[in-house]
């Protein structure tokens, strides 16, 4: 399945979509949360863990903010338009479930930008 958001993103950080708990805590993890409005109308869970993406197409230009960095203007970022990504989602018996999707536009940008967290990199620090 490949879904596609028609999202701007607008203002300083103001509608920011995911943020990474690597951006809330000094003991990192390797999940970030999705605000539940753009969840719900995409069909994705709100909670992404261990996160991985397997395969990455359409190379493109994005222009983002970043949480972890409020007060910093955007920036472009060499990021993919389509992306393929493996990870796992808690059950209703707090079990995780492998999910693997395809992604296309704002949701691969997302994607692309919270792994990134995962990895200790961000936007503009990301060498």
Known sequence: MLVMVQQEFSGENEKAIALAHAQVS????????????????????????????VT??????????????PHRKQRR??????????YETPNERGKLEPRREKYAGLLAIMFQHEVQHAMGKNIFYAE
């Open 26 to 53: 000094e003991d990192s993890f390797a999940f970030f949360v999705v605000r539940p409005d753009v969840a719900e109308s995409v069909g994705m869970p709100t909670m992404v863990i261990n996160a991985s993406i």
């Open 56 to 69: 990455k197409e359409a190379p493109c230009e994005s222009f983002e903010g970043c949480m972890s960095f």
């Open 77 to 86: 970022v060499p990021r993919y338009a389509e992306i393929e990504v493996i």
